[in-house]
């Protein structure tokens, strides 16, 4: 059954504390995202990868890194650098990167700050 | 720079009324347009998509949506609506590498 995963559901992070995110999908798509939704903006873009060994920043990419070492994983570390980082977060991919890719979303993992 | 707009942040309508979302883009050239739902908690499930060609576009639930060039709009439509169609809905235009949202129209359903 092909899809995109995501985990933890729900994830809490300390002060000063460096948290990733899980993102893996079977697929076989070249092109992965990470989305920052925050109630009433829509979903915004933090990184994309192309490709493996291959990203690039999105809108809102400070604060956040991200890894692509195999084609089906994308894995999110929020750093303590972002202030602000309490959101749900959304993994898509697709097959390639372009205007007529149609994109496919995770059940994404929200995010708490203790 | 290429956007899509949404008027309405939240709609209410009865079960089994009619149901219609609106969407507005901003695009230079042939815009591709998609709706998508989103359940409370959960990821985004497409529902439809327009690239080129017939300007009606069936989706999956029972929605379709309209892209009109001279209105600039791509709006959602749904005959009959049931209860488990309230959620949030995304239109978004595809473009270079991603996706331009929304910011989504809550939809609640009233017996």
């Known amino acids: 059954d092909g899809g995109i995963t995501q985990s933890p559901k729900y994830l809490f992070r300390k002060e000063g504390q460096n948290v990733t995110l899980s993102c893996e999908q079977n697929?076989?798509?070249?092109?992965m995202y990470w989305y920052r939704q925050d109630p009433g903006q829509g979903l915004r873009l933090i990184y994309y990868?192309?490709?493996?060994?291959?990203?690039q920043k999105g809108d809102i990419a400070e604060g956040y890194s991200v890894s692509r070492e195999k084609k089906e994983s994308f894995p999110l570390t929020v750093t303590s650098a972002q202030k602000n980082p309490t959101a749900f977060y959304l993994c898509?991919?697709?097959?390639?990167?372009?205007?007529?890719?149609?994109?496919?979303f995770g059940p994404g993992t929200r995010l708490l700050v203790l | 720079a290429q956007s899509v707009t949404q008027p309405d942040i939240h709609i209410t309508v009865s079960e089994g009324a009619s149901l219609e979302l609106r969407c507005n883009y901003s695009?230079?050239?042939?815009?591709?347009l998609f709706w998508y739902v989103q359940s409370p908690g959960q990821g985004l499930q497409l529902l439809l998509k327009?690239?080129?060609?017939?300007?009606l576009v069936q989706g999956i639930k029972g929605f379709e949506a309209e892209f009109k060039r001279s209105q600039s709009s791509f709006n959602l439509r749904k005959p009959s609506v049931h209860w488990s169609d309230a959620a949030e809905y995304f239109c978004?235009?595809?473009?270079?590498?991603?996706?331009?949202f929304g910011a989504g129209t809550t939809v609640t359903v009233r017996a």
């Open positions: 898509a991919s697709s097959m390639f990167v372009g205007r007529r890719e149609t994109q496919y």
């Open positions: 697929l076989n798509h070249d092109a």
């Open positions: 990868s192309q490709i493996v060994n291959d990203f």
């Open positions: 695009y230079g050239a042939t815009p591709y």
């Open positions: 327009y690239f080129s060609g017939d300007t």
């Open positions: 978004a235009g595809g473009g270079d590498y991603k996706l331009s």
